[in-house]
């Protein structure tokens, strides 16, 4: 495919968040009552073994899944006074602070604030509790959440995209979470523009990142950190590729239906639209109109409350450059009014 044409925009800073919602065209292995490979690599799942032995943390699981907030962080206070061990006291702590942010979201976030400042706990779930209180801001693209951030952790405001890079300096210095090193990298790449040195700077981390993506599928709590870790690849090999030249296509493909159909294996909700809507925006780059369009159908079809508030104030380092060419090259009114809607990002 002609390297000129794939280069139309320059993807800027990408996304990578924590959101979203549909059915997929990719095909989905039936389930079955048999034991799965991941059920069984999931055997020593410590969120699991919390369940099972603290009964007052399964019924606050339970209670939030029914939307019974404060009964929830009820239980789950009850829960933490039972236990002995800072760990699960961390990890109990988490879900207080995942359901306060239910209930309101900027006391969520001091939650998590709270939580990752707390030395008696493991640095990975401080820096787990970063992550999400992250992943959270950018699910709904509101930007007080990152002033929020930024200030308790004693980050001048400047813009988004440089809070954010000092934001993930600070988690990857705590523990090394796969989302924060995609994202500095990302950040770094604003400075680069000979297409051997991007790569040489992707591939030094390359391994890094696998291994954190793969130890993330370890827990069933961690599943919004590693779905959004595998779209913020995904993203970063796209800009590899469209602006760089450095990565093939089918690289960039894989890495999108990968999480795609990894969250359709699960019935996961997190990131699929957002992983639809930058696979639409890679494909028409390299000018699979058609596909793109499908793309952008699936997301219609079912559109998430949470995308659909985030739309009009996406993150300020996400471009969506090249769904413009879609307009030339479809007739459907409800695609064409919804690119537009995108507005601003679409440079």
């Known amino acids: ?32 009552n048999a034991p799965t ?11 699991q073994k919390l369940k099972d032995a603290n009964a007052s943390y399964r019924t606050g699981i339970e209670l939030s899944r029914q939307g019974k907030m404060q009964e929830a962080i009820s239980s789950f206070e009850e829960a933490k006074a039972l236990s002995t061990s800072n760990h699960e006291k961390s990890t109990i702590d988490f ?3 995942l359901t306060k942010f239910d209930l309101t979201r900027t006391d969520g976030i001091d939650a998590f604030v709270a939580l990752s400042k707390n030395e008696t706990y493991p640095d990975r779930t401080r ?9 959270l801001y950018s699910k709904y693209s509101d930007v007080k959440l990152l002033q929020k951030l930024a200030s308790n952790y004693d980050i001048p405001w400047t813009i988004p995209e440089e809070v954010t890079y000092q934001y993930m300096k600070k988690i990857n210095d705590l523990y090394p979470f796969p989302i924060a090193r995609i994202r500095m990298i990302d950040y770094e790449l604003n400075q680069i523009t000979d297409g051997p040195v991007a790569k040489q700077l992707y591939e030094a981390n390359l391994n890094s990142i696998t291994a954190g993506i793969e130890n993330l599928k370890e827990s069933s709590g961690e599943q919004t950190e590693l779905t959004s870790s595998m779209l913020a690849h995904a993203r970063l090999l796209d800009r590899l590729a469209l602006q760089y030249g450095v990565v093939t296509f089918s690289e960039v493909e894989t890495a999108y239906q990968t999480l795609i159909d990894y969250d359709n294996a699960r019935d996961l909700t997190t990131n699929k ?10 494909l028409s780059g390299a000018g699979d109109f058609k596909k793109a369009v499908s793309m952008l159908d699936l997301i219609l079809g079912n559109i998430d409350p949470a995308l659909a508030e ?33 507005g601003s990002k679409l440079q």
């Open 273 to 282: 639209q957002y992983a639809l809507l930058y696979y639409a925006n890679f």
């Open 310 to 342: 985030a739309l009009p104030r996406l993150d300020a380092g996400v471009r969506l450059p090249h769904l413009v060419f879609i307009l030339e090259n479809t007739d459907k009114t409800e695609i064409s009014n919804f690119i537009k809607s995108i």
């Open 1 to 32: 495919m002609n390297v000129k044409k794939i280069t139309l925009g320059v993807l800027i800073s990408a996304i990578f968040i924590t959101v979203v919602f549909f059915t997929s065209i990719f095909k989905v292995t039936p389930k079955t």
């Open 127 to 135: 820096a787990l509790a970063m992550t999400r209180a992250f992943l």
């Open 37 to 47: 490979s991941e059920q069984t690599e999931l055997q020593n799942d410590p969120i």
């Open 95 to 97: 879900n207080i602070a």
